[in-house]
């Protein structure tokens, strides 16, 4: 079956324009997570939803990074005002639901501030 | 929260050798640590993955063990090849309140296996 999908695959914006990123998780998958991974770095959670409820959103770096989800599918994650410290890969992952141990990561997309 | 540490950073091998990850976790609440390959440009892929109730556990060249008092675990792998040149995290799994199910990963380790 399909995997975990992201959208745009590479995206290069300026500084102080607002992006937004897709996640489309494993079909029936009901927990959903967004990373971050910094140039040469490891993975930093950003954010995670279990349906459509947020209950951890304890490692979005700023005010100006949100996410949602709706229908408890789809996820976007919405960065304002962006910086150049936010060029990074996002990542986003699925898991069957919060209790599942596996988590399926996504793509990634590349996002360049310039 | 929990905080993974692992080491080396970098670590060269030549083909056939045989390499070694460590990580360190802090949360004894912690009850699962999977092992992640990510190659150049690629995603995250599990490899091979513990739970707290084992202490080892192996896959073909790939190994994995855990020491629950010590909180640590180590990723083996034997007759190492090229194609196993790679990143590789592991991470730890969050055991409890908000932070189940979120997984706590180490910086990584670059893994180069020389011809």
């Known amino acids: 079956g399909a995997g975990v999908s992201q959208s745009p695959s590479n995206k290069v914006t300026e500084k102080g324009k607002d992006v937004e990123l897709r996640c489309d998780p494993i079909s029936g998958h009901t927990a959903l997570y967004w990373y971050r991974q910094s140039l040469g770095q490891g993975l930093e959670f950003l954010i995670y939803f279990q349906g459509n409820s947020a209950p951890d959103k304890s490692g979005l770096p700023s005010d100006r990074f949100s996410a949602e989800r709706t229908g408890g599918s789809v996820s976007t994650l919405t960065i304002q005002r962006t910086q150049q410290e936010d060029s990074a890969v996002y990542l986003c992952?699925?898991?069957?639901?919060?209790?599942?141990?596996?988590?399926?990561f996504g793509p990634g997309t590349r996002l360049l501030v310039l | 929260g929990e905080n993974v540490e692992q080491h080396p950073s970098t670590l060269s091998v030549q083909e056939g050798d045989s390499a070694v990850i460590k990580c360190t976790y802090s949360d004894s609440a912690s009850n699962y640590f999977p092992w992640y390959k990510q190659e150049l440009g690629k995603r995250p892929q599990l490899i091979i993955d513990?739970?707290?109730?084992?202490g080892e556990k192996k896959d073909q060249r790939i190994a994995v063990t855990l020491n629950k008092t010590a909180k640590h675990f180590s990723l083996h792998i034997t007759e190492t090849q090229p194609e196993d040149s790679a990143v590789y995290f592991c991470?730890?799994?969050?055991?409890?309140?908000?932070?189940?199910?979120?997984?706590?990963f180490g910086r990584g380790t670059q893994l180069t296996v020389w011809p």
């Open positions: 513990i739970r707290s109730n084992v």
């Open positions: 992952a699925s898991s069957l639901d919060q209790g599942a141990e596996t988590q399926y």
């Open positions: 991470a730890a799994r969050g055991g409890r309140g908000s932070t189940l199910g979120r997984l706590y």
